[in-house]
């Protein structure tokens, strides 16, 4: 008799012990449903305590320190991003998307040559991938290396002919090739396939500067700042155009606004416009 409430017992414990793991898992998944949820909403310091507490429960979810590693790069916390994806990684070696995003974050710090070099590893396990295309393609860019930007540019726009950042990123790296009409061609296509994209318009305008067409380089700066009212460059671009202008209020305004936006002002700009207008501020 005892052999046998010894054995149901086993064999109750058992059962709890498998039905306790997949309830477990039902509960990391409802945890990592969550933070996608606010992650799409923007809520990313509820998403990260959602894709930690899906972690918590199940520490073998490559997407959940993928996703979370996405919400710390939203915030601007690159570091611990860069640690959640590496993570990502670590658990799937073969996880595209977090080398992209992770190459992303090195960007984002300023670490260029381990950006391409993870850009280059999504590649390779994604020859289809124009996100990673585009992505490396700007970090060249802004490596100088403009040629293979263009390159990397014309590889994502023939992945995904419709892809407005891809076209934004090459008109870009022609404008600073000096090549202002091709620039000014990839912006209207940027603007075409994302009318509400502001970056597109002030890049746009300084193009317009460049060949010497005043007229729209103002419009493309004031139709940025009416998209975005927090578009950064086109504050910058347009207080640069105004201290050409001689309008030295709406310069030092402009200037103003960018810099409370994040815009570190070049020190021959401010000394430019300080005697220029004969005032400090």
């Known amino acids: 008799m005892r052999k046998k409430i010894s054995v149901s017992v086993l064999i109750l414990v058992a059962t709890f012990f498998v039905l306790g793991n997949i309830f477990a898992q039902e509960t990391a998944k409802e945890a990592f449903d969550k933070g996608v949820k606010n992650s799409n909403s ?25 996703n979370r590693g996405f919400a710390y790069k939203q915030k601007g916390a690159y570091d611990k991003a860069i640690s959640d994806y590496s993570k990502a990684i670590e658990l799937d070696p073969n996880y595209g998307k977090a080398y992209d995003n992770r190459g992303t974050a090195y960007a984002m710090k300023g670490n260029l040559d381990q950006a391409i070099s993870d850009y280059t590893k999504a590649i390779k396990i994604n020859p289809n991938d124009a996100v990673a295309y585009n992505n490396r393609g700007n970090a060249y860019r802004e490596k100088d290396n403009l040629d293979k930007a263009i390159t990397d540019c014309n590889k994502a726009i023939e992945l995904n002919p419709n892809y407005a950042l891809a076209y934004n990123t090459r008109g ?44 729209q ?29 001689k309008n030295y209020d709406g310069a030092w305004k402009d200037i103003h606004k960018a810099e409370s936006l994040g815009v570190k002002i070049d020190p021959e700009v401010l000394a430019d416009l300080k005697k220029a207008s004969g005032r400090d501020k």
Do not use: W
Not at 182 to 207: C, H, M, V, W
């Open 42 to 66: 923007g809520k990313y310091d509820e998403a990260i305590i959602d894709f930690s507490k899906a972690i918590e429960l199940n520490s073998k979810i490559p997407e959940a320190y993928h």
């Open 172 to 215: 870009i790296a022609y404008d600073m090739k000096g090549s202002h009409d091709q620039a000014i061609s990839d912006f209207n296509k940027t603007i075409e396939l994302n009318p509400g994209f502001a970056e597109a318009y002030s890049n746009r305008g300084l193009a317009y500067a460049s060949k010497g067409n005043i007229k």
């Open 217 to 245: 380089v103002l419009s493309d700066f004031n139709k940025a700042i009416e998209i975005n009212p927090n578009c950064a460059p086109a504050y910058y671009s347009r207080g640069l155009f105004y201290l050409d202008a």
